[in-house]
């Protein structure tokens, strides 16, 4: 059975940080492309940022460049986006998403992410 597990979400005031983790199991995590995504209430989920199967190669989305950052521990089945700085504009239910050229692709169940004071 294939699940990801979003963790790590919650509540922090402006110029805070959070980490969200993302479990995966029943598939083969390591020739995973794994993504984040966020989603507001009446908008498109946004893509938020990349990292390649190994690891070795990253992308963001402009806004979160700078102050969010994809990795992922392929030992584990997991992958992490640690964000600082965060602004209220980052409140979001933030997804991750396993995706492969050849394979099915795969969601998480989502978290919520509030940044307010």
């Known amino acids: 059975q294939v699940q990801l597990v979003e963790s790590g979400g919650g509540w922090v005031q402006p110029g805070g940080s959070l980490r969200l983790s993302c479990e995966a199991s029943?598939?083969?995590?390591?020739?995973?492309?794994m993504n984040w995504y966020r989603q507001t209430p009446g908008k498109e989920r946004e893509w938020v940022a990349t990292?390649?199967?190994?690891?070795?190669?990253?992308d963001y989305e402009k806004s979160v460049k700078g102050r969010f950052t994809i990795s992922r521990d392929n030992a584990k089945n997991a992958t992490y986006l640690q964000m600082s700085s965060l602004e209220p504009e980052d409140t979001a239910v933030y997804f991750c998403f396993a995706q492969h050229r050849y394979f099915r692709d795969y969601w998480g169940q989502g978290i919520q992410v509030t940044v307010s004071s």
């Open positions: 990292i390649t199967p190994s690891g070795r190669d990253s």
């Open positions: 029943g598939f083969k995590f390591s020739v995973y492309y």
